[in-house]
Nanobody, 127 residues
Framework: QVHLVESGGGSVQAGGSLRLSCAAS???????MGWFRQVPGKEREGVAN????????YYCDSVKGRFTISRDNAKNTLYLQMNSLKPEDTGMYYC?????????????????????WGQGTQVTVSS
């Protein structure tokens, strides 16, 4: 069983930065992991994905060049560095772990490919 806890969310002005963390209990070194976000009334969307070793990453088009996903398997922690934030980045951000070690696109950003989810951390970007 894998338990995920996100942190690092908050309120920031447009152009600012935040770094999200996802601490995992349970073995995740063999799991691909992802970050997703959701706003009320909309479906949860995939933001970024990373394979089990950290050597492969994938991003949705809207965050490419601004967000960076990374992981530290020794610390059982997943990160999302978010720079040049925009108001449309506002939402609840969730981390997730898959039973697969690697997910290629487009599976990498599909919610049903992930079995374990955190409770989320809120990100609010004001203009």
């Amino acid at each position: 069983q894998v338990h995920l806890v996100e942190s690092g969310g908050g309120s920031v002005q447009a152009g600012g930065s935040l770094r999200l963390s996802c601490a995992a209990s349970g073995y995740i070194n063999s799991s691909a992991m992802g970050w997703f976000r959701q706003v009320p009334g909309k479906e949860r969307e995939g933001v970024a994905n990373i394979n089990n070793s950290g050597g492969n990453t994938y991003y949705c088009d809207s965050v490419k060049g601004r967000f960076t996903i990374s992981r530290d398997n020794a610390k059982n922690t997943l990160y999302l560095q978010m720079n040049s934030l925009k108001p449309e980045d506002t939402g609840m951000y969730y981390c997730a772990a898959s039973i697969y070690s690697w997910l290629g696109p487009p599976a990498a950003l599909r919610t049903y490919e992930y079995s374990y989810w955190g409770q989320g951390t809120q990100v609010t970007v004001s203009s």
